[in-house]
């Protein structure tokens, strides 16, 4: 008669152990830092992208809860970031870059003129239709629209010289150099979640800057 509760005993202290290292469970997440490079034919080609041996200054990445950095990770020279001992939850990742801006040119304010044709359902030039991160980095402005007509003349006043650079009070609200991508990841049971952040300089929609050395 003493067994049963016994093994109910036995069961309810397992339980307590295994919940109880759930609570505890350590995760990470890690990956690498690339700059969304396309060749000069135009292939989809990214390239690492990380800080100089001697410091963390041009390039850093960025974790997040609720909109809120909670730490900051620092890449190595060929881009490798590592966040660990995550507690169990979300968190959103980013890349935050203090490069030198380029790649930028009228070649950009064309593509970003056929991204806008396009998407108003003309469909006059099958490599105009940005997605990803190629999208982000065409809204210069900073006003969350598709790419159109007022992205594509501030590229232009940036590339001739009118303007130094996306932000305000020229362009309103504004963008900074670079565009990182930014992912929502949920962690749990002790993993170790493996995902590379993409970046554009600003206006790059053609993927044709190199931001190297660092
Ligand atoms: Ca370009």
Known sequence: MRTIPRILYLFLLYSACISGLAAVAQNSISGKTKYAHKTPAGVYAPTTIGNPVSNCDSIKVLLKQNDINIDTACPDIIGNYIFSNLPNGTYTIEALVHKKWGGVGSSDAQAVMRHFVNFNGFSLYPDGYFTNIFLLAGDVNGMGFVPNALDALMITRRFVGIIPDFKP????????????????????????????ILVLATGDVNGTFTPYSP
């Open 169 to 196: 009070p020229a362009v309103n609200p504004g963008r900074p150099d670079y565009t990182s991508e930014k992912h929502t990841i949920i962690v749990s049971d002790g993993i170790n979640i493996i995902k590379d």
